[in-house]
């Protein structure tokens, strides 16, 4: 088995405290020949301190640029914005093989420098699931903001959800968290919202399911669909029904919209829909299923207003109707997202570049670095 040099880069995206590998981690790559260089960070979930106790070197963050050309740059999110060629060999999501704003000139960063991506979206299995991902953590982290943006509806409608300036200790903090928000002005379940998860079946629909239970929401209130139900197409009218709407979607072709703007305005006055938490937030992709919102939010800025208040309107959330889109959302509880995904990545980690996930995935970005050219 060959050896190689992993180097653990710190993120630059603001609030992103996850991580792909684990202290212990560290030791048995070493016990096993590898080499594990770990940049400083002040906000990994994980402590400098233990990744060096477990043996890895620590350097400073950001200095991957100037790393051995045999490393391998290992992280999770984007890159910084520049227009450097790229020489090293990345392990991360690259978002950028699914035609998002941009992806030519960023594949071509790695063409001038003859450098490779080893993209994380799409290390997959033979029977095309995916090696590791973050979609359980994704859909329970979506399904409490959503419902925590709902419950500021009901409080203050004038002011939006506010900023998540700290991470939550573990998946149950957050689900208490909610819940407690949401039994003090609503102590009657009856009265509470109906949450409607589009993709219910897959990871990322079961990690949304699993958050409104833990926060306590009756049954009958989770209402759960899947291919079954999406099968003819839409838009759906039913889903104006619900309170909330979470889209845990992965699309790669074109659809019909699951809702769309028009079926906002127009409904204002007898829809129940006033918060759509979109997980997978492509904003930019074209297949997008839910096109009623073209940026992005953040952990400052939780929800984006597509819809403002009428005054005149019937409706208890007066028409509006307000949009989560962030695309990093599994960082709000870091340990437990970086814990769940950095175990099931770990074994092609020790094993890199000697299966057929690591070679399809190589393959992939032959492909695309050339359909980039066109």
């Given at each position: 088995?060959?050896n190689?040099?992993?180097?653990l880069?710190d993120?630059v995206?603001?609030l992103?405290?996850r ?6 981690q ?8 590898h ?6 960070s002040e906000g ?13 070197t620590?350097?400073?963050s950001?200095?991957?640029k100037?790393?051995p050309?045999?490393?391998?740059i290992f992280g999770?999110?984007?890159?910084p914005?520049e227009?450097t ?12 093989y699914?035609?998002?704003g941009g992806?030519?000139e960023?594949?071509n960063r790695f063409?001038?420098?003859k ?5 994380l979206e799409?290390?997959?299995?033979e ?10 953590s994704?859909?329970y982290?979506?399904a ?9 509806q009901n409080?203050n ?6 900023s ?9 903090e ?16 009856s ?6 998860i589009?993709g ?5 629909g ?5 958050c409104a239970?833990?926060i ?6 989770i209402?759960k669909w899947?291919?079954e139900?999406?099968k003819d ?6 889903i ?5 709407l979470?889209n845990?979607?992965?699309?790669t072709?074109?659809?019909?919209p ?12 007898s ?5 759509v ?5 492509d904003?930019t ?10 940026i ?5 800025e939780p ?5 403002e208040a009428?005054d005149?309107?019937?409706k ?5 109707v307000d949009?989560v889109?962030i695309?990093h ?9 970086s814990?769940e995904?950095?175990?099931a ?10 299966s ?8 992939l970005f032959?492909e695309?670095s ?5």
């Amino acid at each position: 088995m060959a050896n190689y040099h992993f180097w653990l880069r710190d993120e630059v995206k603001p609030l992103e405290y996850r991580t792909p590998l684990l202290p212990g981690q560290v030791k048995i790559l070493i016990e096993n020949g590898h080499t594990v260089t770990v940049e400083r960070s002040e906000g990994r979930c994980f402590p400098d301190n233990q990744y060096e106790e477990n043996g890895a070197t620590l350097v400073e963050s950001g200095s991957w640029k100037n790393a051995p050309l045999d490393a391998i740059i290992f992280g999770l999110k984007e890159l910084p914005e520049e227009d450097t060629p790229l020489v090293h060999t990345h392990i991360f999501f690259a978002h950028c093989y699914k035609y998002q704003g941009g992806w030519k000139e960023f594949m071509n960063r790695f063409i001038e420098g003859k450098g490779t991506i080893y993209d994380l979206e799409f290390l997959k299995h033979e029977n095309g699931r995916r090696v590791a991902a973050f979609g359980h953590s994704a859909g329970y982290v979506g399904a409490a903001i959503g419902t925590l943006a709902w419950i500021q509806q009901n409080v203050n409608k004038e002011e939006k959800l506010s900023s998540f300036n700290e991470p939550f200790g573990s998946f149950n903090e957050l689900s208490n968290h909610v819940s407690e928000k949401m039994e003090a002005i609503k102590s009657d379940k009856s009265e509470w919202p109906r949450i409607i998860i589009i993709g219910a079946l897959g990871r990322c629909g079961t990690g949304a399911t699993d958050c409104a239970n833990d926060i306590g929401f009756p049954e009958e209130n989770i209402i759960k669909w899947d291919l079954e139900e999406t099968k003819d197409g839409g838009p759906f009218p039913q889903i104006l029904e619900n309170d909330i709407l979470i889209n845990c979607i992965y699309l790669t072709q074109p659809i019909e919209p699951f809702i769309t703007l028009d079926m906002l305005n127009d409904s204002k006055d007898s829809r129940n829909l006033s918060v759509v938490v979109d997980i997978s937030c492509d904003t930019t992709n074209p297949n997008n299923p839910i096109p009623i919102y073209d940026i992005n939010t953040t952990f400052k800025e939780p929800t984006i207003r597509i819809i403002e208040a009428e005054d005149n309107n019937n409706k208890s959330h007066n028409g509006i109707v307000d949009v989560v889109s962030i695309d990093h959302l599994p960082s709000l509880v870091p340990s437990d997202s970086s814990v769940e995904f950095a175990n099931a990545l770990f074994e092609h980690i020790l094993n890199f570049k000697s299966s057929d996930v690591w070679k399809n995935a190589e393959a992939l970005f032959i492909e695309k670095s050339e359909e980039s050219k066109n």
